[in-house]
């Protein structure tokens, strides 16, 4: 080692790697959607080539399943009902030949936004416009609001009467290209394009029609009830 | 203080040898314990959140998140007390001792003999981990928190921020699981960790701050001890 320089010479990388650090985090903060959007298709790629240790790379666009409860609830789709009560001229109970046979279909290609900042691009869902289901029961007067609760007995969501009738709001029994996993939510969940994950709630089982919003689970714990995306 | 009594060591050493020299005081061994217990549950709750198989298993997704998040805002405070509580002098010290590099801290990684000995209490690898995960920590308390509170923040920020998070948590367990091992392949610094104290004549060997290089002597001395880490 040559001592030719003053080898007691001091400096503070310490701070700086700290500092750097903080400035990547804020940086990433700033522009990490946009990376996020270049780089996630071809880290798709590359997470799926990695089979199951795929999933643990950031940047690419797979769904994290998240559930509330300590299961995944398994619902046998020959015998799935899906309750429609509360401010309706006909209660309905229906099962998913009515869904795929007797109600209108819709495709729609549309992002999944988690709250959280994870997104995944140009997820298929197939199913029956809400608002269809809705005008099969019949709202009767007086009624603004829905109440949607979940198989697995925790997971309540809301939305309004007139959020709930978007034409990208589904009763969704399809999703890439396949029938709605247990993961996902299936048999049957619900998909409102334009809000954030949470009101896309899984394993949906019975739609109330009400008078109030009652905020649902994920709202309670502090997130917003209009859950519009970037709103 | 505490060369004072590396001094007295070489002249009554049998006594010094049972009492040893006190390398961290009772504050920066809270500071870290406390630290490390709240990071490693964070990597738990974490990895539950990430692993999409573990979180399948454990589910309870709301209540792991606010664990997680309670643990997070958490892990800064021990540090923060301590750097600003009135025990703070030993911690001070060590944390100027980790700003500072010197030629020896990059020679550490160059693997080069001969300056080595003159790293002080900490060696270059010691002072990069800890870098790392002080800068580390902080952007992860950053992203976390715009995550959580992803509205009223753009979304934008969210998608960023979890970017941020998801790789910062890949760095930071890495290097969680590398420090353990380390520590647990060095018994006498490990055990300053929990008893705050070195054997004297360990401490003679790996002096608390670098004494100023001079070449002839200091070369000879290092080439004798090689690489060997100088630290507690």
Redesign the interface.
């Known amino acids: 080692m040559p001592t030719t320089a003053d080898p007691n010479r001091v400096t503070h990388v310490g701070r700086r790697t700290v500092l750097g650090l903080l400035g990547v985090g804020v940086a990433g903060i700033a522009v990490g959607a946009q990376v996020d959007g270049a780089v996630g298709g071809v880290l798709t790629k590359v997470s799926s080539s990695l089979g199951g240790l795929g999933a643990l790379l950031p940047g690419a666009d797979n769904f994290r399943i998240y559930t509330v409860t300590g299961t995944i609830p398994t619902v046998d789709a020959a015998s799935y009902r899906l309750v429609v009560d509360g401010m309706v001229e006909r209660p309905l109970s229906l099962g998913l030949d009515d869904l795929r046979i007797r109600l209108p279909r819709t495709k729609l290609v549309h992002y999944f936004q988690c709250v959280t900042g994870w997104r995944v691009p140009d997820v298929h869902w197939e199913g029956v416009r809400l608002s269809a289901v809705l005008d099969a029961a019949g709202v009767r007067k007086g009624a603004t609001a829905l109440r949607f609760f979940s198989g697995d007995g925790e997971y309540t969501e809301s939305l309004t009467l007139s959020q709930a009738r978007l034409p990208n709001v589904l009763v969704a029994d399809r999703m890439i290209g396949d029938d709605v996993t247990p993961d996902h939510g299936g048999p049957v969940r619900l998909y409102v394009a334009p809000m954030y994950g949470y009101k896309s709630i899984k394993w949906l089982d019975r739609i109330e029609v009400t008078d109030r919003i009652v905020p649902g689970y994920w709202e309670n714990g502090g997130y917003p009830v209009n859950a519009w995306i970037g709103g | 203080m505490l060369a004072r009594e590396v001094r007295d060591g070489e002249q009554g050493r049998a006594v010094e040898v049972e009492s040893g020299v006190e390398r961290f005081d009772l504050t920066e061994r809270l500071v870290h314990w406390t630290t490390g217990i709240l990071l490693v549950s964070l990597l738990v709750t974490g990895t539950i959140l990430?692993?999409?198989?573990l979180?399948?298993s454990?589910?309870?997704?709301?209540t792991i998140v606010?664990i997680h998040v309670i643990t997070g805002l958490a892990l800064v405070a021990p540090i923060v007390i301590g750097l600003l509580g009135r025990r703070r002098g030993a911690l001070v010290a060590d944390v100027r001792r980790?700003?500072?590099?010197?030629?020896?801290?990059f020679?550490y990684f160059r693997r080069?003999v001969?300056?080595a000995t003159?790293a002080g209490k900490f060696n270059g690898g010691q002072?990069?981990a800890?870098?790392?995960f002080?800068?580390?920590i902080?952007?992860?308390l950053?992203?976390g928190i715009?995550?959580?509170w992803?509205?009223p923040f753009?979304?934008?920020?969210?998608?960023?921020?979890?970017?941020?998070h998801?790789?910062?948590?890949?760095v930071l367990f890495v290097l969680t699981i590398g420090h353990i091992l380390v520590a647990v392949s060095r018994p006498v610094q490990l055990r300053s960790m929990f008893t705050g104290r070195v054997p004297a004549d360990w401490a003679l060997r790996h002096p608390t701050d670098?004494t100023?290089?001079r070449?002839s002597a200091r070369?000879e001395e290092g080439a004798a001890a090689g690489r060997s880490p100088a630290s507690g």
């Open positions: 990430y692993v999409p198989s979180m399948l454990v589910g309870h997704r709301a606010n980790l700003d500072r590099w010197s030629k020896s801290d020679a080069k001969g300056v003159e002072k990069l800890a870098a790392l002080a800068g580390g902080l952007a992860m950053l992203s715009v995550m959580r992803s509205p753009p979304n934008d920020w969210a998608r960023g921020a979890t970017l941020v998801d790789t910062i948590y890949l670098p100023p290089l070449r070369r």
